[in-house]
Nanobody, 124 residues
Framework: QVQLVESGGGLVQAGGSLRLSCAVSGRTFSNYAMGWFRQAPGKEREFVTG????????DYADSVKGRFTISRDNAKNTVYLTMNSLKPEDTAVYYCGAGRSGRTTRVIYEYAYWGQGTQVTVSS
């Protein structure tokens, strides 16, 4: 049984930082790409960032480029999202997804498993 468990969300002031973690169990973590998506109230889930299975390739949505960094530790079966210079519009539930292949992708249907989500709230 594949499980993804996110942690690290919370309330932060604009300009602040947070680091999210997503621990994966039940599959060979290093074989698959990982990604982070977010969903704000009343909006669809949107791509934030993705990382290939080796970590050599990353992709970012324009809205977070230069502020967010995705990384992974294959020895710990964990993917991270470091978020700096947070803005109120970053407020959302953040989900990590485990890909169906080793390539990073923005396509939501190419993620096979999802975590339960962690709330990030940025106050102005």
């Amino acid at each position: 049984q594949v499980q993804l468990v996110e942690s690290g969300g919370g309330l932060v002031q604009a300009g602040g930082s947070l680091r999210l973690s997503c621990a994966v169990s039940g599959r060979t973590f290093s074989n698959y790409a990982m990604g982070w998506f977010r969903q704000a109230p009343g909006k669809e889930r949107e791509f934030v960032t993705g990382i290939s299975r080796s970590g050599s390739s990353t992709d970012y949505a324009d809205s977070v480029k230069g502020r967010f960094t995705i990384s992974r530790d294959n020895a710990k079966n964990t993917v991270y999202l470091t978020m700096n210079s947070l803005k109120p519009e970053d407020t959302a539930v953040y989900y990590c997804g485990a890909g169906r292949s080793g390539r990073t992708t923005r396509v939501i249907y190419e993620y096979a498993y999802w975590g339960q989500g962690t709330q990030v709230t940025v106050s102005s």
